[in-house]
């Protein structure tokens, strides 16, 4: 079992920056595919980034350039640094830990974090 736990959601102004941060405790941290989703209101939970374990980073093409993913396996640690923000970032922030690497899709993935919400003000 994986838990997960975000944390540095907030609200921010347009062009700002936060950084998110989702601590894993439970299983070897190195083992497991990371990625971040995000859900606003009234749309479908949707694909930002993925680490997987062999290093390797994958983005959403809305947040190509402006969001980066990283991890630090010793830390049981995985974080989205989000430049740039604009009102359509505007979404609650899931971590989300799997067993295989490769994907974009919620299914691929086995446990999820409770949710930060993230408000980005025009």
């Known amino acids: 079992q994986v838990q997960l736990v975000e944390s540095g959601g907030g609200l921010v102004q347009a062009g700002g920056s936060l950084r998110l941060s989702c601590a894993a405790s439970?299983?070897?941290?190195?083992?497991?595919?990371m990625a971040w989703f995000r859900q606003a209101p009234g749309k479908e939970r949707e694909f930002v980034t993925a680490?997987?374990?062999?290093?390797?980073?994958v983005y959403a093409d809305s947040v190509k350039g402006r969001f980066t993913i990283s991890r630090d396996n010793p830390k049981n640690t995985v974080y989205l640094q989000m430049n740039s923000l604009k009102p359509e970032d505007t979404a609650v922030y899931y971590c989300?830990?799997?067993?295989?690497?490769?994907?974009?899709?919620?299914?691929?993935?086995?446990?999820w974090g409770q949710g930060t919400p993230v408000t980005v003000s025009s």
């Open positions: 989300a830990a799997g067993t295989t690497d490769g994907s974009r899709t919620e299914r691929a993935y086995n446990y």
């Open positions: 680490s997987w374990t062999g290093g390797s980073t």
């Open positions: 439970g299983r070897t941290f190195s083992r497991y595919a």
